[in-house]
């Protein structure tokens, strides 16, 4: 079924009877071409572009939970491109354009509201720093605007531009950028890649990877073995524990990221706005909430919660940017699970075993690359050679010296 | 979140400055410049373990001693099992 307002005015003539499950819970077979492990976001967007652009339509998502359970329902929602290192721009910027396109192309409402992404600056250093990265997202054709204070006051009037200690002087803005909705874009994806003949199997947990000479011929779930001629392995979050079912060693370490949401007020905050002084950043749901969050938790991490301490660094960020929040009630605080890497960096790459590859290594950034990883990664399962807008993104760029440092902070994962 | 530091006693994590996992320094020998040794060392310096249990890591006690400790913990409870003052480099398993 096409959702559609024809859809809309039949079932409101029928008493909403002829909605139909947007994907079927389905069981898996025997084998498949390809096996994507992980029904997060990117396993889904994925599974959707195998069957859509490389017409690879006999494919199973093998997903431990429940689909988007991970980090696709536990993230901030941020969509951007505004990244500093030419290895990383055309491949958010590819992202930024399938955000622009997605709600067509899934024929789902995934909310996505190109509200604008303004990062504030509070030095002369800092803004020649954004200048910086402005000018090279616009030599790379983003879209990049550095505004003033008074730019910024006509955006936000409800910061504290006076603040003694990180006064506001501007900020860079990405227009294009913005929020959507991550529990919308896993159903949409979900949809779309059922409809195609995708098998998506929930409460099927992976515990091995069966190989043959070298090579992969399946996965060992708990709903047995099922074969494949390739898997790909998309589970942010998991990827050392799953890539140790092939006996590979990764160059990730896992921390918790917290987020929060305060209680619903009326809309106040009409864009995305990071503290430049400081890690916070913050936007507001269409609920009302206002969504925020901040620093990592600093010590690996596997519990999916995290540190009062991290909690109580957020909070003080928030009300040195807008003291208004100090009277807000925190609704619902929650951790994800990152993987975070030696450069900051994604990873979209084969492995050194034949048929098994990998995506990861997001960081805390894999939501806003939901449909450019889902995209590169199903091209490089498709044809066995990466995307063009992905090829930096190796597992042999750290041992080469081609690291793609956005922070300039080298091996250490939590200082990413 | 308390950790019992050797030679502080038990004190809160604010105290602390985590490194990550406890990796060794290569114990090897010959030309550095060769693909042996350069590999051991990005292997060292890049690949961790990262397991949901049982983590041996390094942390620095910034705010008291300075020492360095080496810590056994639970990454997936976040329960402190061991700390240890390390003043060798870990070997090289």
Known sequence: ???SGFELLKNALNGQTGWTPHWRKAQPKASYDVIIIG?????????HYLAKEFGIRNVAVIEKGWIGSGNAGRNTTIIRSNYLLAGNIPFYELGMKLWEGLEQDLNY?????????????????????FARRG?????HGVDAELLDREGVKTMAPYLDFDNARFPVQGGLLQRRGGTARHDGVVWGYARAADKRGVDIVENCEVTGLRQENGKIIGVETTKGFIGAKRVGVSVAGNSSRVASLAGLRLPIECHALQAFVSESLKPVIDCVVTFGAGHFYISQSDKGSLVFGGDLD???????RGSLA????????AIALMPMLGRLRILRSWGGLVDMSMDGSPIIDKTPIDGLFFNGAWCYGGFKATPAAGFCFAHLIAKGEPHPAAAAYRFDRFASGNVIDEKGVGPSPNLH | MLINCPYCGPRDLAEFVVNGEAIARPDVDGDFDGPDIRAAFAEAVYLRDNPAGLHREHWFHSAGCQSWLLVERDTRTHEIVKVEATREPERAP
């Open chain 1, 1 to 3: 079924m096409t959702f």
């Open chain 1, 39 to 47: 029904g997060g976001g990117h396993g889904l967007a994925t599974a």
């Open chain 1, 109 to 129: 409402n995934a909310m996505v509201s190109q509200r604008g992404v303004l990062n504030l600056y509070h030095t002369d250093g800092q803004r020649d720093a």
């Open chain 1, 135 to 139: 000018n090279a997202m616009r030599l």
């Open chain 1, 298 to 304: 600093p010590y690996p991490s596997y519990a999916q």
């Open chain 1, 310 to 317: 991290i909690f109580s660094d957020v909070a003080e960020n």
